[in-house]
């Protein structure tokens, strides 16, 4: 098993910055791939970034490339997702997903083993 709680979410306005963590516990974390998925209130839960998990390749959703960055720390057993210049449309419950039987270009959610309880981000226009 692995415990996968994410931090960092929060009301931020259209242009700026927001950092969320997603801390590890359990299992060998850095086994795992690591993904950030997204779900806007009415809407089903979207890929956001991928990365896999000796750090040497990442993913990203069309939406979020060259604004967001994925990033993980395995001796802090610790996956970051990196977010600037965000929109209105970013505004999302973010949820971390660890997989161990996926690749960094793997989208589909049910194939990510476990998940987070998410952290709210609110982009104000």
């Known amino acids: 098993q692995v415990q996968l709680v994410e931090s960092g979410g929060g009301l931020v306005q259209a242009g700026g910055s927001l950092k969320l963590s997603c801390a590890a516990s359990?299992?060998?974390?850095?086994?795992?791939?690591m993904a950030w998925f997204r779900q806007a209130s009415g809407k089903e839960r979207e890929f956001v970034a991928a990365?896999?998990?000796?750090?040497?390749?990442?993913y990203y959703a069309g939406s979020v490339n060259g604004r967001f960055t994925i990033s993980r720390d395995n001796a802090k057993n610790t996956v970051y997702l990196q977010m600037n210049n965000l929109r209105p449309e970013d505004t999302a419950v973010y949820y971390c997903?660890?997989?161990?039987?996926?690749?960094?270009?793997?989208?589909?959610?049910?194939?990510?083993?476990?998940w987070g309880q998410g952290t709210q981000v609110t982009v104000s226009s």
């Open positions: 997903a660890a997989g161990q039987r996926v690749t960094v270009t793997t989208t589909r959610r049910g194939a990510y083993d476990y």
């Open positions: 359990g299992r060998t974390f850095s086994v795992y791939a």
């Open positions: 990365i896999s998990w000796n750090v040497g390749s990442t």
